[in-house]
């Protein structure tokens, strides 16, 4: 074949032209297409291999090689794949076989900015080179053809190409980029090296560089890699070493993965010091194909409360790196797992815009949560030793299970207390996976301080005729614990979650029960104890309530700008009064809360319910200071709850009237 020019496709000249102006700003991803496309040419091969043997041409040890010229100003980055004839040459650089391409040219404005989103979305593969380049020259011979057949492509970037037969001992291709003035730093080792190490690292071919020395150069300032030494400068040594660590930990089947170097690989890329509680590895396959390495850290980071921080994982495609916290791949609420998903079916070009519209990504959010979640439910489960069933037979354990159990014991609450929060978001922003998620909430309760109590744990130990699982948040432990409406709860010895994260009380908005027990706040609504409540006390309430009639009309009257209602309660033991909510009303608390954060809350009124057993209740009727009284009873119930009376002054005022 004799030297021909022939035209680019009308749409390669256009992206080309695109290409070299609106990438600009992000030049070095060449390196990485480039890299990327040397590394699927020897996949190429290693694949049609599988049939013909002899396409190996006794060379199977396949391999990048990355070279420079610094006084020609070339970078060349030479592969021994599959190659291309010369036919292949013409079609594959001169044309763009991708369906959608005409489309996809069709959409470009001529507005640099709007098109470079747009060609984030398009693969731009080879022409990338065109960004730091301005003549390109590639050599190829296809595996198994006549070292006559090589091919040499020649081109400026610009309307045409030219093409001709060469010869050629070497199977595969070499891309010569000629740089342009302002990219000769591309022709520096310790920049390509530092490139190659930020997104090649785990292509899994060793990628190869001369190795260089300093000639009679001095070492003045170690820490400067380019400018520390002086004359002779750098010069090659003839050896050759691999600088990217050529294997994709993920990749790599579990077994030969030790646990130290599934441990190492998290420190990496979570920049944590201490080791993850657990990980997860698996190959998915089916529609969507990828690999997912998934961790969940021991330590909460710092800007963990922030949600606009980007959370999210490393995203790969076949093995080539293409983005940081690629949020779209899990919900917000699991922002805390570290990990690298491998997709084999993204483009490399892919932009964090098109992640969140894919359907592959879709499938890979779902079951990466999956993951999470069942890594959760394994550590819970595990995090207890000997811990006794609930059909009060404790596990017998052989000494292997045992160790292994005790190494996993305390991790699930570990996590919990750093990252419980976070998960309960779950409830509000992850519907179809609600129940797994409540199964794995814990909280502090009546019968425990630490915040390790399951809806399991606690429905085990239900009151014979218990109906609800019983519940109260509040801003501190020890608030909720002195709560008074607690008081009838403790008496009968019925346990009830104690709730303080900031969170709960909007996450249980979207939890109404747990394995068919109604969820229940104790400051909701009337107290029904149901059946817990004999006769006798269901009686004597009824009773109260007709005698007190007149005295909770005249509070109601007092009262009328405080109080939604007055009523009896059974609930209260010790104290005289306590305030409550309308069954589906917002609690006060979350009301302060919202009124804290400075944003609009409905005006609650709560129910006052006093206590017709207490003293100051009794002597109420006939006193002389009712009104004060009354207005003391409220705010005084208000304290006790955490809140502050609307006017402390009057309130104060009141009560050292009395004391007087
Ligand atoms: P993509 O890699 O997304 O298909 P590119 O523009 O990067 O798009 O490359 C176009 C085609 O050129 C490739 O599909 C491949 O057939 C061919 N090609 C590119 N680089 C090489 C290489 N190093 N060895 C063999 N073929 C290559």
Known sequence: ??????????????????????????????????????????????????????????????????????????????????????QEAIDHLGTIAKSGTKDFVSKLSGDQKADSQLIGQFGVGFYSGFIVADKISVESRRAGMKTSEGVRWVSGGSGDFEVEAIERAERGTSVTLHLREDALDYAQAWKVKNIINKYSDHISLPILMEKEEWKDGELINPSDEAGGRQPGGMVKTGEWETVNKASAIWSRPKKDISAEQYDEFYKQISHDFEAPLAHTHNRVEGSTEYTQLLYI????????????????????????????????????????????????????????????????????????????????????????????????????????????????????TKFYAEFGAVLKEGLGEDFANKERLCKLLRFASTSSDAATVGFADYKARMKEGQEAIYYITADTLAAAKNSPQLEVFKKKGIEVLLMTDRVDEWALNFVQEFDGTPLQSVAKGAVDLGSLQDEAEKKAAEEAAETFKPLLAKLKEALKDKAEDVRITTRLVDSPACLVVQDHGMSTQLARMLKQAGQAAPEVKPVLEVNAEHPLVKKLEGSVHFNDLAHILFDQALLAEGGMPADPAAYVKRVNALLV
Request: hydrophobic letters at 40%; proline letters at 2%.
């Open 1 to 86: 074949m004799t030297k021909q020019t022939l035209s680019f496709q009308a749409e390669v000249a256009q992206l080309l032209h695109l290409v070299t102006h609106s990438l600009y700003s992000n030049k070095e991803i060449f390196l990485r297409e480039l890299i990327s496309n040397a590394s699927d040419a020897c996949d190429k091969l290693r694949f049609e291999a599988i049939n013909d043997g002899g396409l190996y041409e006794n060379d199977s040890e396949l391999k990048v090689k990355v070279t420079f010229d610094k006084d020609a100003k070339t970078l060349t980055i030479t592969d021994n794949g599959i190659g291309m004839s010369a």
């Open 297 to 412: 850290p021991g330590k909460a980071p710092m800007d963990l409360w922030n949600r606009d921080k980007k959370g999210g994982l490393k995203l790969y495609v076949k093995r080539v790196f293409i983005m940081d916290d690629a949020e779209a791949l899990l919900p917000t609420y699991l922002r805390f797992v570290k990990g690298v998903v491998d997709s084999a079916d993204l483009p490399l070009n892919v932009s964090r815009e098109l992640l969140q519209e894919s359907r592959d990504v879709k499938a890979i959010r779902e079951g990466c949560t999956k993951r999470v979640l069942g890594m959760l439910e394994d550590l819970a489960k595990h995090d207890k030793v000997g811990e006794t069933s609930t059909d009060g037979v404790t596990d017998v354990l052989s000494a292997e299970d045992k160790a292994e159990a005790e190494k996993n014991a305390g991790k699930y």
